[in-house]
């Protein structure tokens, strides 16, 4: 039991974020949009602080509290790049990632939000399965 | 509108997805292996989430208005459409590919990795191009 006391507390962290950023400001808290919006605006500067503030939160975890650094994903980088660029085109055009619609479109019970959680944790378990059955678990 | 709200909201998020192992994308694509050597992990992380936003997101939302700002900013759209499922189908995808999603991608910026720039700077196109091609298809 004692293995899952982090992931439950890092949950916990990211629903108690949404929340804050709900109750003060009213936004939700989906990092695609947050990350688009920082880039093309508009309301850029609360987008730039939250962003800041994740790195900042990452580095308290890593270089305060000494938890290790993970290792960079092991697919190859053009397997990198082709993933980077169907996820920017696969959150704009279903309107969120994980955090929009995972964690804070599921707490709102926004049907939208509930279909495209099972649908892009359904492919991304295929995708899987798919990849260690091609690469023989080197992936 | 005051926006230092957000950079704690930030924070909290950064703490979250380090601490949670979401940074990780081995334990990522670990936990979508449900045919093998199966992480549970996750399902803490997602759960631990959503019992909060499920929660509290009611009784936030029956507020007049949020604390620091005029009205809450919710989304409007509705439609269960082709658009959305799209969407769905190529995040999860790309999500499975590499096990980054956008937040862990940008929180792992601070390791100094080649592959998470090349994740971040290929997200930041796509969302580029599918504004473009979107407002072409009207």
Avoid at chain 1, 17 to 41: D, K, N, P, Y
Avoid at chain 1, 115 to 131: K, P
Avoid at chain 2, 78 to 96: C, I, N, P, Q, T
């Amino acid at each position: 039991m004692e293995q899952f006391i982090l992931p439950l507390t890092g949950g916990l962290l990211l629903g108690a974020s949404a929340m804050w950023l709900l109750l003060s400001m009213g936004r939700i808290a989906g990092i695609s949009g947050v990350i688009w919006g920082a880039v093309a605006g508009p309301d850029r500067s609360w987008r730039w602080l939250f962003l800041i503030g994740l790195l900042f939160g990452g580095g308290v975890t890593h270089f305060a509290l000494g938890q290790p650094l993970p290792d960079p994903s092991r697919a190859p980088m053009w397997i990198v790049a082709i993933s980077g660029l169907l996820v920017g085109i696969g959150t704009r055009m279903g309107g969120g990632c994980t955090s929009g619609h995972g964690v804070c479109g599921l707490g709102r019970r926004s049907p939208r939000s509930a279909v495209a959680t099972l649908t892009f944790m359904a492919l991304g378990i295929i995708t899987v399965a798919i990849t260690q059955m091609l690469s023989g678990g080197a992936l | 509108m005051k926006a230092w709200p957000a950079l704690i909201a930030g924070i909290l998020f950064g703490l979250g997805l380090t601490l949670s192992g979401m940074s990780d994308p081995a334990k990522v694509l670990g936990f979508l292996n449900i045919a093998g050597d199966w992480v549970p992990d996750l399902i803490f992380v997602m759960g631990g989430a959503v019992v909060v936003t499920l929660i509290f997101t009611p009784l936030v939302v029956k507020r007049a208005r949020p604390l620091l700002a005029d009205s809450f900013s919710l989304p409007t759209t509705k439609a269960l459409d082709k658009r959305l499922v799209s969407g769905a189908v190529l995040f999860g995808v790309g999500w499975g590919l590499s096990g980054y999603c956008p937040g862990p991608a940008v929180v792992s910026l601070l390791y100094g990795y080649e592959s998470t720039i090349v994740f971040c700077l290929a997200m930041l196109a796509g969302m580029s191009i599918e504004g473009r091609v979107s407002k072409r298809l009207g």
